[in-house]
Structures are given as structure tokens and as C-alpha cells.
């Protein structure tokens, strides 16, 4: 793997208090590079796992944290410590596909104007920094070819989030071309481990087969998720930040898919958490819901190649890490 970038010195982190986001910053904070941390810490999920992550950061030294909406332009400029950043990793979003279906206005502020204020920024920056941006394996619809290649057409979103997500990577192709600006888009697919989301569904299905309580088995059960353990992810977005890029001819602005790169069934998937737990689960199947997908799968040969992105963590382990992390987040929430 080339050598890290020896200039960085400061970065931007937006979602700090998310999942993805707060690993990111620790991550950064270990290399020695302090982190201006942005998040508007909404209430899509429960605010004190937010709020604990960014307790989690608060107490090292070389992390600030400025409370903003990323859809705000003019707050996100009078942050004056932003025009010390050498890079900008955006992962602040709206996330979930089904939620999209209920609160379309949340996307359209927070994915669309909240990317194109992010580009804003680094276009006017005196530094002009690096930007690393989220997005999403959704782009791929509802695609059959296996495995989803960055070179695969991405033209029929099924949902609304894959659409802005959609949206934001032509976005930065155009100020890419238009300005210059170097940029670095991550499909992310199906992140998980301690500290995660409380949508997602091996949080859902840990929640439920603890309280025995049913479990969604959406499709029946036949679906397949490339999951992909956070530590991994982490790897793979600070290569991408950190490393000297690997742009073709033409504006600097590549697509990367990061993921396991191999897919898993959904079954199995619930197998390895009853295993973990002690408990089976009370499955309740139902059809597939509006907005998804039956499989994602990625080829990841190009973040491979250029940044030496190989996932190391099994879904056993990482759902073990997870099981027990939970157990423990559970007990501080005095949740019986």
C-alpha cells in the first residue's frame, strides 16, 4: 500500500455522531490528525447513542465538535475552523431506504442540498481539501448481474434515498469538472458492528429475539446483504483519505464499491445471531417491501487495487462483536 499523505493535518467529519462517522473520527484522531466533527444530531433514531458516541470523542484531545445541519450553507461557513481542513470525509445523510417512503422532504434537504453545500465549501476553501463522500449500494437497484461493478449502469433507482445517492455522485462529477475538485464517492454496502443503527437489521433482530419479541423476515427470507464489518469500512475510507489518489485522465472524481465482497443469506445471517444470542428466533415472513432489494453483491477489485482494500472480519465474528457490545449498550439503557 503507497505511503500516507504526510500534509494532513486537520479534517472534516460530517455525521461525527453517526455510526460510520464516529469510527472515522477515532480513526483520524489515532493517526495523530485532529477532527472538526459536524452533525445535527437529529432524532431519526434514539438521540443517547448519538449522544454517547460523541462523549466517546469528546474526551481526546484534537476533536471539536460543531452542532450544524449540513443543509445550512451559511452556518456551515461561519464554522471558521473548516478552512483549516485538509480533507473532508461526508458521511452526514438521511439514511434508510423505507423511511424515504414516509419523510421525502428529509432526503431531499439532507442528500441533495446538504451534498451540493458540501461541495460549496470545499470549492471555496483556501485549501481546497480532498472529499470523501457516502454513498450507497442502493444505486444498483434492483440489478440481477453479480457482482455490482462501479462500471455497471445505475440509471433505475427503486427508491427515493437511492435516487439523491444517485444524484450526489453526478453532482460531484460536475464540480469535479467544472472546478477541479478532487472527490472520492464510497458505495457503501451494509455496514455493521458495535455502536450502529438502530434501523438497521441486525440491531432490529438482536432487539427482538432478546425481548422475544417476532423478527420481519422480509421476501420470505430470500434475500442475500453484502455485509461488511465497520472495522473493515473504516480501513477503506481512510485509505481513500489518506493515501496518495488513483485518478484516470479527466476530472479527478472516481466511484469506489466498499464491501465484503461476499454476500451472505439472510437465513443464515439470523442462524449466526440465535447462535450467539441462545435463543431461536419468532420469524414473522412477509413479502418484500417497497424500495428494496433481493441481493447486493460487490466488486470491490478496484478499491483493491488502488488502495489495497481487503475485508478481514467474518460475519460470525462480527456479529459475536456486535452480540456483545449490545448486551452491555443494553444494560445502560436499563432495558429489561
Known amino acids: 500500500m503507497n505511503t500516507q499523505r504526510t500534509n494532513i493535518k486537520c479534517a472534516v467529519v460530517t455525521g461525527a455522531a453517526g455510526f460510520i462517522g464516529s469510527y472515522v473520527a477515532h480513526a483520524l484522531l489515532d493517526r495523530n490528525i485532529r477532527v472538526i466533527g459536524i452533525d ?26 460543531h452542532k450544524a445541519d449540513i443543509a445550512d450553507y451559511e452556518a456551515l461557513k461561519n464554522i471558521e475552523a473548516i478552512a483549516e481542513a485538509d480533507i473532508i470525509i461526508h458521511l452526514a445523510a438521511q439514511a434508510g431506504v423505507r423511511y424515504s417512503l414516509e419523510n421525502p422532504f428529509a432526503y431531499a434537504a439532507s442528500n441533495l442540498v446538504g451534498h451540493l453545500a458540501i461541495l460549496e465549501l470545499v470549492r471555496h476553501a483556501k485549501n481546497t481539501p480532498r472529499l470523501i463522500y457516502a454513498s450507497s449500494s442502493s444505486v444498483y437497484g434492483s440489478s440481477t448481474k453479480a457482482p455490482f461493478s462501479e462500471n455497471d449502469e445505475v440509471t433505475h433507482p427503486v427508491s427515493l434515498y437511492a435516487a439523491t445517492k444517485r444524484s450526489d455522485e453526478l453532482l460531484s462529477e460536475s464540480y469535479a469538472n467544472l ?56 480501513e477503506g475510507v481512510i485509505a481513500t483519505a489518506l493515501l496518495p489518489a488513483s485518478f484516470t485522465p479527466g476530472p479527478p472524481h472516481k466511484i469506489y464499491n466498499i464491501g465484503n465482497n461476499k454476500p451472505e443469506r439472510l437465513m443464515h445471517f439470523i442462524e449466526i445471531l440465535e447462535r450467539e444470542i441462545g435463543r431461536k428466533a419468532i420469524m414473522q415472513m412477509e413479502p418484500m417491501q417497497p424500495g428494496d432489494v433481493p441481493a447486493t453483491y460487490a466488486d470491490i477489485s478496484a478499491i483493491s487495487k488502488d488502495y489495497g482494500f481487503t475485508p478481514k472480519t467474518s460475519l460470525e465474528t462480527g456479529l459475536r462483536n456486535f452480540v456483545a457490545w449490545y448486551r452491555d449498550f443494553r444494560k445502560t439503557l436499563s432495558v429489561k
Do not use: C
Not at 432524532?43 to 465538535?65: H, M, S, T, V
Not at 472527490?183 to 455493521?192: A, D, N, S
Not at 430470500?222 to 455485509?227: A, G, I, L, P
Open 40 to 65: 445535527n444530531v437529529n432524532d431519526y433514531y434514539i438521540p443517547i447513542l448519538k449522544q454517547k458516541r460523541l462523549e466517546r470523542l469528546g474526551a481526546r484531545e484534537g476533536f471539536a465538535f
Open 179 to 234: 472546478y477541479n475538485l478532487e472527490q472520492i464517492g464510497l458505495r457503501f454496502f451494509t455496514v455493521y458492528g458495535p455502536w450502529g443503527r438502530p434501523d438497521m437489521a441486525y440491531w432490529t433482530f438482536t432487539e427482538n429475539i432478546l425481548s422475544g419479541k417476532p423478527i420481519r423476515v422480509f421476501n420470505h427470507g430470500d434475500m442475500m446483504r453484502d455485509f461488511t464489518y465497520i472495522d473493515d469500512i473504516v
